[in-house]
């Protein structure tokens, strides 16, 4: 299986400020396609996750420009310009180029 | 409006069997996968299966495989998870979500349903 690590676990978050969440993937998520299959979920509190970033970096329909994704193989980033108090959640990432299909832990982001 | 609509929550003992149904609308069902994804009180995202409602092509994870069914009816355009034999372990929410299979890779879960809480308590 493929393990799916982020960091940090918490990250508190002055609103305005930028922030970023890493995920590191056990096994290269590139694919013959060129693509890496990596996705970005959040979930706001009591609600379900909802696609931020497909495919590394593309954003998904309605979401903020703020939000931005990177990376290649094993190494990936999720960035936010300039936190907003809306933003706060769990964010996981997700990989698919192989079953079973797993997550990142989590990383919380709170704001201070 | 894509729409993943989730019944309502259950209460069961353990040994007892259960239904739970994700009703797509606002799309044609049968062009996309419905995925299953677990989250235990407090914890995180697990992946359980994804099944092709267009012809019945179901991949389970191993940890689930034989613990639960993945199906479909598509003249209602809705997916369900089955369990035979509840646990208390099974206490969690369960979420469905669309996705689709290109190149023969599996495509992110673009909507998701609002969750449904199952509880297993004697």
């Known amino acids: 299986d493929i393990v799916m690590t982020q960091s940090p676990l918490s990250l508190p978050v002055t609103p305005g400020e930028p922030a970023s969440i890493s995920c590191r993937s056990s096994?290269?998520?590139?694919?013959?396609?060129?693509?890496?299959?990596l996705h970005w979920y959040l979930q706001k509190p009591g609600q379900s996750p909802q696609l931020l970033i497909y495919l590394t970096s593309n954003r998904a329909s309605g979401v903020p420009d703020r939000f931005s994704g990177s990376g290649s193989g094993t190494d990936f980033i999720l960035k936010i310009s300039r936190v907003e108090a809306e933003d706060v959640g769990l964010y996981y990432c997700?990989?698919?180029?192989?079953?079973?299909?797993?997550f990142g832990g989590g990383t919380k982001v709170e704001i201070k | 409006e894509v729409q993943l609509v989730q019944s309502g929550a259950e209460v069961k003992k353990p040994g007892e069997s259960l239904n739970i149904s994700c009703r797509g609308s606002g799309y044609s069902f049968s062009s996309y996968w419905i995925g299953w994804v677990r989250q235990v009180p407090g914890k995180g995202l697990e992946w359980m299966g994804i099944?092709?409602?267009?012809?019945?092509?179901?991949r389970y994870s191993p940890s689930f495989q034989g613990q639960v069914t993945i199906s479909a009816d598509r003249s209602v355009s809705t997916a369900y998870l089955q369990w035979n034999s509840l646990k208390a372990s099974d206490t969690a929410m369960y979420y469905c979500a669309r996705t689709t299979i290109l190149r023969g890779v599996v495509r992110d879960f673009d909507y998701w349903g609002q969750g449904t809480l199952v509880t297993v308590s004697s």
């Open positions: 096994q290269s998520l590139l694919h013959s396609d060129g693509y890496n299959y």
């Open positions: 997700m990989q698919t180029l192989q079953t079973p299909l797993t």
């Open positions: 099944f092709n409602p267009g012809d019945s092509d179901t």
